[in-house]
């Protein structure tokens, strides 16, 4: 480690790594071991490196550790700083005797300038947990007045080669927990290895007991497209690790299932057409790994599970649209479904909205009433009514099937003695029904006139002959005279032709010159 007021030079002066090589022979073997190391390495600092150790000769049984030789320099101080090894921010507790796990040495030089140089080197046995770890050293110095500092180096992390040990191959894409993976998905296959570097990575299909090499890589990765259901079968993983020990199982396999539904199909068309009152069966077939199940619908409503769907007594309930679904119990995203149409053939049947009785009883005439008819069959009923005005017959709304007209109309006593009728008819027969309106009363005010008007009528009439009456008083004596002309009845003095009445009266009770002349003949009874 250098004081802050080291030149830059130094501080960035390539480091130099020592390793020292512990041998342990096996505990069996007598044979001497040698190796062959090369003297020096020099690499630039942030390069990588390759450290060889090879063992010279032949041997049945020999094991080589690596040791990490990473020294920290601390120059020009005084007093002499200590130096201290962390690794992962925590502290090493390493002994300064030599130790097959580790140990520390230290060196202090006093440079010519008087001042003093530490150098601290680290011996330590690498596990497979340290390909992760990072390491630097520290140095403590003394200051004056009692106060203490600390110079920290900056931290390295080590590139560790060693030997597989554990084998993973799994299916990476998405999957049922039974191991599940659709027909069309692009399924991969990931195999892991826990050596460093990564092995090469063999990956196979054993078919017949054989095996088929897909792919070779340093991945571990094998990726199947739009898998079909032929692709089924053992896939397996081979790491190519020649330094893992022998008893290490570098080799994995696994069973790769497809699963499939091919589309469902009926013993019906789309659409079946059936009479009213009648039965049927309908199936519905289908393939498919796993083992399919089969389940019928109409409108959401579950009507059993398994392929058949059995009708009977069919009535016009039964009309609709019929749905079997197969789906796979394990694998939940993968199901089909096919459907038909139920249509049931027969004559109409009939339903009317019926009349509420008034309150009081009974109608009055003028009062206004609706009527409402509703039918339904196949083909559709036509609506027809006894009286013009009735309403197109439309769809009801929320009632499949049902077609419904209204009428609008007055009541009068003419309805309460032939009533209306509605009529639903199709090529299958026909249904009627009749609204019945028991009493109609004429309305209150409708009475008051006639009974004024039949008031009227008569005084005109009793007027009229009043008028005559009179008329016939006044004209009754000149008729008698002109009836008797020269002979006056009994009591009564004789009219003078010479006066000026006798024309007066003629002119108005023989109506003119005229019937002066048919008076001439002796009828005024047929004038009068």
């Known amino acids: 480690m250098e004081p802050p007021d080291a030149p830059a030079q130094a501080r960035g002066a390539p480091r130099l790594l020592l390793l020292a090589v512990l041998l342990a022979a096996h505990p069996d073997a007598q044979a001497e071991v040698r190796l062959s190391v090369p003297p020096l390495v020099e690499v630039m600092r942030g390069k990588s490196v390759i450290l060889d150790c090879t063992p010279t000769g032949t041997h049945d049984h020999y094991m080589l550790e690596w040791f990490l030789i990473a020294t920290c320099n601390s120059r020009n101080g005084n007093p002499a700083p200590k130096i201290t090894w962390y690794r992962n921010g925590q502290r090493l507790e390493v002994p300064v005797e030599m130790n097959p796990e580790g140990y520390m040495t230290s060196r202090t030089v006093r440079e010519a300038s008087g001042l003093l140089s530490l150098t601290s080197t680290l011996y330590l046995r690498l596990r497979k947990d340290d390909r992760d770890a990072s390491f630097h050293c520290a140095a403590h110095y003394s200051l004056p007045e009692g106060r203490h500092g600390r110079l920290d180096s900056p931290t390295f992390h080590l590139t560790l080669h060693y030997p597989t040990e554990h084998v993973q191959f799994w299916v990476g894409s998405p999957s049922t927990p039974a191991g599940w993976v659709r027909e069309g998905d692009t399924v991969q296959l990931l195999c892991r290895g826990d050596g460093s570097p990564s092995p090469e990575y063999t990956l196979f299909r054993l078919q017949d007991e054989q095996e088929e090499v897909l792919n070779v890589n340093l991945e571990g990765n094998l990726t199947l497209e739009g898998v079909t259901r032929g692709q089924s079968g053992t896939y397996g993983c081979r790491v190519e690790d020649y330094d893992a020990a022998d008893d290490v199982q570098l080799s994995k396999t696994l069973e790769l299932r497809v699963a499939y539904l091919d589309p469902l199909e009926l013993s019906e068309g789309k659409v079946l057409s059936l009479p009213l009152n009648s039965s049927a069966v309908v199936n519905c077939s289908v393939h498919g790994l796993p083992t399919p199940a089969l389940r019928w619908t109409k409108d959401s409503t579950p009507l059993g599970d398994g392929p058949m769907l059995s009708l009977s007594s069919i009535t016009f309930d039964s009309n609709g649209t019929y749905v079997c679904e197969a789906s796979l119990p394990t694998v939940p995203v993968l199901s089909r479904t096919q459907n038909f149409t139920l249509l049931v053939q027969g004559s109409p049947e009939l339903k009317t909205a019926e009349i509420e009785p008034k309150a009081d009883g009974s109608w009055r005439e003028g009062d206004e009433v609706t009527l409402i008819c509703s039918a339904r069959g196949h083909p559709d009923p036509k609506l027809s009514w006894s009286q013009l005005g009735g309403s197109p017959a439309e769809p009801i709304p929320g009632r499949q099937g049902w077609v419904s007209s209204s009428l609008t109309l007055k009541v009068t006593s003419a309805l309460s003695r032939d ?49 005559f009456y009179c008329v016939r008083r006044k004209g009754g004596p000149c008729c008698r005279q002109r009836r008797e002309k020269g002979a006056p009845p009994p009591g009564e003095p004789g009219l003078s032709h010479s006066g000026s009445e006798q024309p007066e009266q003629t ?21 009068c």
């Open 419 to 467: 009533g209306i009728s509605c009529e639903a008819s199709n090529p299958h027969g026909n249904k009627r029904h009749v609204f019945h309106f028991g009493t109609v009363s004429p309305q209150t005010s409708q009475a008051g006139v006639a009974v004024m008007a039949v008031a009227v009528s008569v005084g005109l009439l009793l007027l009229v002959v009043a008028v």
């Open 507 to 527: 002119g108005l009770l023989m109506g003119g010159a005229s019937g002066g002349a048919r008076g001439g003949s002796g009828g005024f009874g047929d004038e």
